[in-house]
């Protein structure tokens, strides 16, 4: 590697590649340098900077187009990609989600000492706000500087031990994650499987509790909203099962896409761990994975071997024991930003936030039928309030819509995954979102499918979309 020049006009040369990162004239230049003495970046020219760009610009391939200082690369080679595009990006992925001001502003701030008397204070703060979004009065939670993924892993590995027979549905792509990881970590894992598009088999479940006398099975494991899919399962009725058959199994239930969008309420469903992350329905960037479990799943966690630390509840209770709350660094930033998110949250009202989610979901299934194409889901009872997969015709790759989405409109869909990769597209509809946006991506989305050559009417979604939303929309309270 070779550096030269100063000021706004430099140069960064690769000699194994024959590339140079050129900034000149306020913009930067991806060259390729041809076979040359009077070129080589293993013996960097010592000449005036100037006469080398004289030189170098008469003799070499420019690669890349005039590209401003404030513009940002993300594809090296002969056709660039620039990441920005005029106005905001209409982010419609199941997640990350966008991120609302008050949140952004909360967070734009410097470190603190979280072990000055702030932090505690804070923290205790949201540690009863969090109870509320998991509705329960009884369970702890555990707010860890991770993604949904380490959330997963800490919900296992606190309430079980290697070789614990545990219950897990495979219903699409994140289901299949956490029973991979549920594997990896030493479990007896007793796979039930569904075809991708269908909740998980209650059937199935039921036959292996009523049989399983010597109670065995340590846990049940359930993703309560698909992603992948856009399938929600129903929780009330596993626990009506485990009750019927006085079942001690704990109830473990990744609820990443669905706390604070979907209905959860953990006490009444006698949930015993749940889970999210903080990118999704809180809109707040990723990094934050909250835990809450039941006292029987704290009890559990007190004789549990699973090998843990980072991830040990026990550290973090002899912390809150001490009211300092943190065995590690959190995120100062994170945690003002979660105060922020809840605080929305709360002032719209958290039924509210969820009858919400229930009526843009009902909006998307609208117009996708008025396009003339299939749900994923393939019940309406499984259908999600916050992720509809929209299934394309044979001849009609989905990838290419969400490319071409992305490309010309600057609007961003979900990507179908493994058993549906190329087969369906994903409209996020959750977090701090309203009915106008979503419209705006649906409007996208049927230009998007013209482009792709589906046979699409130019207003028909938007329009049964706009008949329904126009019909159940209510007055904003705070406006009223």
């Given at each position: 590697m070779v550096t030269g020049g100063g000021g706004?006009?430099?140069?960064?040369?690769?000699?194994?590649?024959?590339?140079?990162?050129?900034?000149?004239?306020?913009?930067?230049?991806?060259?390729?340098?041809?076979?040359?003495?009077?070129?080589?970046?293993?013996?960097?020219?010592?000449w005036p900077f100037h006469l080398f760009l004289s030189s170098l610009l008469s003799s070499t391939q420019i690669l890349s187009f005039f590209l401003p200082h404030n513009q940002s690369i993300t594809q090296v080679g002969a056709e660039m990609d620039?990441?920005?595009?005029?106005?905001?990006?209409?982010?419609?992925?199941?997640?990350?989600?966008n991120i609302p001001e008050q949140v952004l502003r909360a967070m734009n701030r410097n470190n603190e000492d979280y072990r000055s008397p702030a932090i505690p204070a804070l923290t205790k703060t949201l540690l009863?706000?969090?109870?509320?979004?998991?509705?329960?009065?009884?369970?702890?939670?555990?707010?860890?500087?991770?993604?949904?993924?380490?959330?997963?892993?800490?919900?296992?590995?606190?309430?079980?031990?290697?070789?614990?027979?545990?219950?897990?549905?495979?219903?699409?792509?994140f289901s299949l994650l956490w029973v991979d990881q549920q594997k990896r970590l030493g479990f007896n894992v007793d796979v039930?499987?569904?075809?991708?598009?269908r909740g998980a088999d209650l059937d199935v479940l039921e036959s292996k509790l009523?049989?399983?006398?010597?109670?065995?099975?340590?846990?049940?494991?359930?993703?309560?909203?698909?992603?992948?899919?856009?399938?929600?399962?129903?929780?009330?009725?596993?626990?009506k099962m485990l009750d019927h058959y006085q079942h001690p199994a704990l109830f473990l239930v990744d609820g990443v896409s669905s706390i604070c969008?979907?209905?959860?309420?953990?006490?009444?469903?006698?949930?015993?761990?749940?889970?999210?992350?903080?990118?999704?329905?809180?809109?707040?960037?990723?990094?934050?994975?909250?835990?809450?479990?039941?006292?029987?799943?704290?009890?559990a966690s007190e004789t549990a071997k699973s090998l843990r630390v980072f991830f040990d509840w026990k550290d973090y209770l002899k912390f809150y024991k001490m009211g300092t709350y943190w065995p590690y660094t959190p995120s100062i930033q994170l945690l003002y930003g979660l105060k922020a998110a809840l605080d929305l949250i709360f002032e719209e009202g958290l039924d509210n936030v969820i009858?919400?989610?229930?009526?843009?979901?009902?909006?998307?299934?609208?117009?996708?039928?008025?396009?003339?194409?299939?749900?994923?889901t393939q019940k309406e009872e499984w259908f999600s309030d916050t992720v509809t997969a929209v299934l394309v015709p044979p001849y009609i790759d989905s990838s290419e819509v969400v490319r071409r989405a992305w490309k010309r409109y600057n609007l961003s869909l979900g990507l179908g995954l493994n058993k549906v990769a190329g087969k369906v597209f994903r409209i996020g509809h959750l977090g701090n979102l309203n009915d106008l946006q979503l419209l705006g991506c649906l409007a996208g989305v049927e230009m998007v499918l013209k482009d792709v050559g589906y046979p699409v009417k130019l207003g028909s979604?938007?329009?049964?979309?706009?008949?329904?939303?126009?019909?159940?929309?209510?007055?904003?309270?705070?406006?009223?």
């Open positions: 706004r006009d430099w140069f960064v040369g690769d000699a194994r590649s024959n590339l140079l990162l050129l900034s000149a004239g306020g913009g930067a230049h991806i060259i390729s340098l041809p076979p040359s003495p009077l070129i080589n970046l293993h013996s960097p020219p010592f620039y990441t920005y595009g005029p106005g905001r990006n209409h982010l419609f992925v199941p997640g990350p989600v009863e706000d969090v109870k509320k979004i998991f509705k329960t009065t009884s369970g702890t939670p555990f707010i860890i500087p991770t993604t949904g993924t380490g959330a997963w892993e800490s919900a296992l590995t606190n309430t079980l031990s290697p070789g614990d027979r545990i219950v897990s549905f495979i219903i699409g792509q039930v499987e569904s075809d991708w598009g009523a049989a399983d006398t010597a109670h065995t099975i340590k846990a049940i494991c359930l993703v309560h909203n698909e992603t992948a899919t856009g399938v929600t399962n129903n929780l009330a009725a596993v626990r969008a979907l209905d959860f309420r953990m006490d009444e469903w006698g949930v015993d761990v749940a889970l999210t992350g903080s990118q999704k329905a809180l809109s707040l960037p990723t990094g934050m994975g909250i835990v809450c479990a039941s006292p029987k799943a704290i009890e009858a919400r989610h229930n009526r843009l979901g009902t909006a998307t299934r609208l117009a996708v039928e008025a396009w003339g194409l299939k749900n994923c979604g938007v329009a049964a979309a706009c008949g329904y939303l126009q019909n159940n929309i209510p007055m904003i309270p705070s406006r009223i």
